[in-house]
């Protein structure tokens, strides 16, 4: 079931964000969220939906605004993350439609993926959702003693 995100949801996001951020670079970021984090985005004005099962979250979307303002009010960049048992269950399509539905619903124009270039997976489902390579930016992140590419993937809503 896709749902909006309650604070009670907050120690299962972060578990699943913060495996991410320890353990692979499909985000650069190296510092965890902690539960207060969390707890701010999840009671904030940016919608941030889960997929759960019962009282398991087995994955969490988000967007936010591209970049600071008017300009920009159009576009928006998301976040998606599936617990690696969640993967190829269709939850993660059902979390991207979900979230473009309300950001399209909101008056964003299109939606931005921001994907690890290390993370075919991560191209390939964006693809598969509609999503188009627009740039790929050489040596944005730094993460586990490496520079890694950026690419930028957009589906106009």
Known sequence: MIRPAAAA??????????????DNTATFTPDEKTLDQIGAMIAGTDPFLVWA??????GFARYFQFRGGAGYRHTAEHTILLAPQARGQGGGRALM?????????????????????????????????????????????????????????????
Not at 135 to 154: N, Q, S
Request: proline content about 2%.
């Open 53 to 58: 099962e019962g009282y398991q979250v087995l």
């Open 97 to 157: 439609t979900a979230i473009a539905d309300h950001a399209r619903a909101a008056g964003r124009h299109s939606l931005i993926a921001g994907v690890s270039g290390e993370n075919a997976a991560g191209i390939a489902f964006h693809a598969a959702c509609g999503f188009q390579t627009v740039a790929t930016l050489p040596e944005m992140g730094w993460k586990f003693g490496r520079w890694l590419d950026l690419v930028l993937m957009l589906k106009r809503l």
């Open 9 to 22: 949801d907050a120690p299962q996001i972060a578990a699943l964000w913060n495996a991410m951020i320890r």
